[in-house]
């Protein structure tokens, strides 16, 4: 039996509730051509991850919004995987105190005391600005990985806000969940890091009490471009790169080794630093002291 057609002022995805006013029948709603992203919606084609979170805005009250890592993914900043994750799975949805917090099996409802500039919106997305997400995240995540959230939103590439900005929006806080945390990832913001990876290196050397290095340094041999490293300790001419999965191929790996003899042709000497090296932070650390303690 051939389908009815669905009416076309239906987007590609849709609450029944929609569908029924326009006289969808409910057996057409239970077809297989159409998913259910969620309960009380379908779908004609598979959903992207804004996409999902506007269906489930188009469920909930209007004053409600995404909050925290959900906020900060949409934001572009970097989370630990497991946070993600577990946020995609199911957002971060929240509204202004004194409401109450929304009670649906897909989301997480949260209940959050604001200032009237909390909120903004990405993408026809209602959700807490980049200042409020850095500030909520403080509650979740360590020191490394909020400091690689912060550097993301000050990259200098394309910064989405200020030092200052953030600097203010943890004031405002106080004493929230998180503050001590925000207070000390402040003082190591970089808008110069380029990788969640480099931001959380950098954390981790300055927190061992090492010096703290200088990110993303171009060197050069007289006018002729070498090299932008990831890391550098200048005066004692060692660079430290963060070499993620990408540099297992063979054609990058050909060029690490080229720009490796180059600097040190120089008078460089080069660290590498990859995902393992995480798993003992103090032989990374040791490591590091003793290719100090050599210059």
């Given amino acids: 039996m051939r389908r009815t057609d669905l009416p ?7 609450l029944v509730g929609s569908a029924r006013e326009l006289g969808v029948t ?6 297989l051509d159409l998913t259910r992203p969620l309960h009380g919606a379908r779908s004609r084609e598979p959903l992207g991850e804004l996409d999902t979170l506007r269906l489930i805005l188009e469920r909930v009250p209007d004053h409600a919004f995404f909050c925290g890592p959900t906020a900060a993914a949409i934001h572009g900043m970097p989370l630990p995987r497991s946070l993600r994750d577990a946020a995609s799975a199911r957002p971060h949805l929240a509204v202004a105190l004194p409401a109450n917090r929304i009670r649906r099996p897909e989301i997480v409802g949260r209940a959050l005391g604001l200032h009237d500039d909390d909120v903004a919106e990405v993408d026809g997305i209602r959700l807490t600005t980049p200042e409020r997400t850095w ?13 690689a959230a912060g550097d993301a939103l000050l990259d200098r590439r394309g910064p989405r806000t200020t030092r200052e900005a953030l600097a203010e929006a943890h004031a405002r806080a106080g004493r929230s969940r998180g503050a001590v945390r925000r207070a000390e990832a402040l003082t190591l913001l970089d808008d110069g890091a380029e990788s969640p990876r480099e931001s959380e290196l950098r954390v981790l050397l300055v927190r061992a009490g090492l010096p703290r290095p200088e990110t993303n340094v171009v060197i050069r041999d007289g006018r002729r471009f070498v090299a932008r490293v990831d890391l550098l300790y200048r005066d004692a001419r060692l660079v430290m790169e963060y070499d993620g999965d990408y540099h297992r191929d063979p054609g990058q790996w050909s060029r ?6 180059e600097l040190e042709s120089l008078g460089y000497r080069v660290t590498v630093v990859t995902a393992r090296d995480f798993d003992d932070p103090g032989a990374l650390i040791r490591r590091i002291r003793r290719l100090l303690s050599r210059f």
């Fill in 8 to 14: 076309s002022s239906l987007p590609a995805a849709f």
């Fill in 135 to 147: 500030v909520d995240l403080g509650g979740a995540v360590a020191v490394g990985a909020l400091v």
């Fill in 26 to 31: 409910a057996g057409r709603l239970r077809a």
């Fill in 256 to 261: 690490d080794q080229s720009r490796r003899a």
